[in-house]
């Protein structure tokens, strides 16, 4: 690491996870993809703002790329007295970090890292001992130190409350017993990165734990298309002892089959890729769960997004909002209406959705959803919000079907589903090449994350915009009812009806 790129927290939290991970994001960082998502930045500089105001005024340590300006503003706020200083940064040999709250307390300064989640975690530990360390060094006489995150039960109503909002947990014993190996990780940590040829150093679990690394393809090159790593519901922990144990690719597994203990879902998965075997149909199953089903069938879909500060009233720190819904409504010869909801922008859009919905689904008919649990979940939160609307809602949501459950069970199994049964494999396996399914022929939405910052970016958009947003959103909510409408379709060619 050069004089001039200090380690900073984030640093040395990538360095922790992954030495490697550093040295590329160094030298190399163009063989990464993007992990990180906008709404998750958007998100954590929301909740950081925030929670500077927890404690009371505070005096803000504005950014600067000249790490020495920040230094110096933050000393002149602590020598003139300040009791709050957000940002305030610190430099020693090598080392920088900007503290998200520095709170003064009569016998101390408390150090406060606050962040998006709504829970503590490992990894953040590691990031208040490298802070509380360089606090120190710099001669500062810290207290305590804190992690502030987001209060999972917390419930918006009215004004947003903020010591209700943040949980403040004390981590002070954890982070001081981790002061010794603080000193010995940095010196690794900057010996690693200090070396000019790409280190080797071979995947492992720290790849995914705590955080998806975004070099992993890049590490990963030697990995076959198929391999263990695609098994279906195997965890992460067992695919990398496999993996280091040399069993990789499919033929691997199969031949060792018997000491790896593999089961019947990962036997199908690997032979009818290996094998090529002809689609699994078990029409019996097929029968009996379309005898659950009643008509007209009405397909339903919602889209959802997640505030990390709640909004609206009754709401909680990442509960799922629905903005949208289309609804397909299937008679039994096969005919199709279609209705739909979008909620206007920059606005709560449950109350319309809840009233729209309750007018187009009546009660004591069957609904039909892929992976119910979501919106069944949707629809429970709007029943307790709105208790006029509670019963007709509760109705919809107790004459639920799961159109995912013959896929989930492998009662028709297709060798393209890869041991998957999410809807994004399940429907180009049963219709390949079909243009009209195809969601890489939608304009600008894709897929539901697509689909949630499309529709909270709309307020910042033109009027002519707006309309060719909302065509998009429409177009490809439209489409993930219609490709229910064919997969329950092939449901019942498969079961002779
Ligand atoms: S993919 Fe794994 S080995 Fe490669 S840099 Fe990332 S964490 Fe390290």
New binding site residues.
């Given amino acids: 690491m050069s004089k001039t790129t200090y380690l900073s927290k984030t640093k040395y939290c990538m360095g922790i996870?992954?030495p490697?991970?550093l040295w590329?994001d160094e030298n190399k960082p163009e063989v990464g993809e993007k992990v990180l998502l906008e709404t998750v930045m958007a998100n954590g500089n929301l909740v950081g703002d925030l929670a500077r105001s927890y404690f009371g005024e505070y005096s803000l340590v504005d950014f600067s790329y000249i790490k020495s300006e920040m230094t110096e503003k933050t000393k002149e706020f602590i020598d003139s007295g300040c009791e709050n200083i957000a940002e305030a940064a610190f430099l020693y040999d090598g080392l920088y970090c900007a503290v998200d709250i520095l709170h003064k307390n009569s016998d101390g300064w408390d150090i406060i890292e606050v962040k998006s989640s709504t829970h503590l975690t490992e990894i953040y530990i590691e990031d208040m001992a490298f802070q509380y360390y360089l606090l120190r060094k710099c001669g500062l006489d810290i207290r305590r130190v804190f992690n502030m995150h987001l209060n999972s039960a917390y419930v918006r109503h009215g004004k947003l409350d903020l010591k209700g909002l943040f949980v403040l947990e004390d981590c002070t014993d954890t982070v001081t017993a981790k002061s010794d190996s603080v000193k010995h990780n940095i010196a690794k940590i900057q010996n690693y990165v200090s070396v000019s040829e790409e280190p080797v150093?071979?995947?492992?679990l720290?790849?995914e734990n705590p955080y998806e690394?975004a070099?992993?393809k890049?590490?990963?090159k030697h990995i076959p298309e198929h391999s263990v790593f695609d098994l279906a519901g195997m965890f992460a922990k067992t695919k990398y002892k496999h993996y280091h144990n040399g069993i990789i690719s499919y033929e691997d597994i199969l031949n060792n089959a018997k000491a790896i203990k593999l089961n019947a879902k990962h036997r199908r998965q690997i032979e009818s890729i290996l094998f090529g075997r002809p689609d699994e149909i078990n029409t019996v199953n097929i029968k009996a769960f379309l005898d659950t089903l009643s008509y007209p069938v009405y397909h339903l879909d919602f889209e959802t997004f997640q505030h990390a500060v709640p909004e609206f009233e009754g709401e909680r720190p990442y509960m799922q909002i629905p903005f949208q819904y289309s609804l397909h409504i299937e008679q039994e010869d096969g005919s199709l209406e279609h209705c739909e909801f979008l909620g206007k922008e920059g606005a709560d859009p449950r109350r319309a959705l809840a009233e729209q919905l309750v007018k187009d689904i009546p009660v004591g008919v069957c609904s039909l959803a892929y992976n119910m649990s979501f919106e069944k979940n949707v629809i429970k939160n709007l029943a307790e919000l709105f208790p006029d609307l509670s019963e007709h809602l509760m109705d919809i949501h107790d004459n639920m079907h799961d159109l995912m459950i013959p896929f989930k069970d492998q009662d028709y199994y297709s060798a393209a589903m890869n041991g998957s049964y999410s809807i994004k494999y399940v429907l180009p396996a049963l219709y390949p090449d079909d243009p009209e399914l195809d969601y890489h022929n939608l304009d600008g939405v894709h897929n539901g994350s697509e689909a949630s910052a499309a529709f909270a970016g709309m307020p910042s958009h033109t009027p002519e915009e707006i309309a060719e947003i909302r065509s998009n959103l429409m177009k490809y909510c439209g489409l993930d009812t219609y490709a229910m409408v064919k997969v329950l379709r092939k449901l019942k060619e498969a079961a002779g009806r």
């Fill in positions: 996870q992954c490697k991970m590329l150093r071979d995947i492992g720290y790849c690394c070099y992993r890049y590490c990963g």
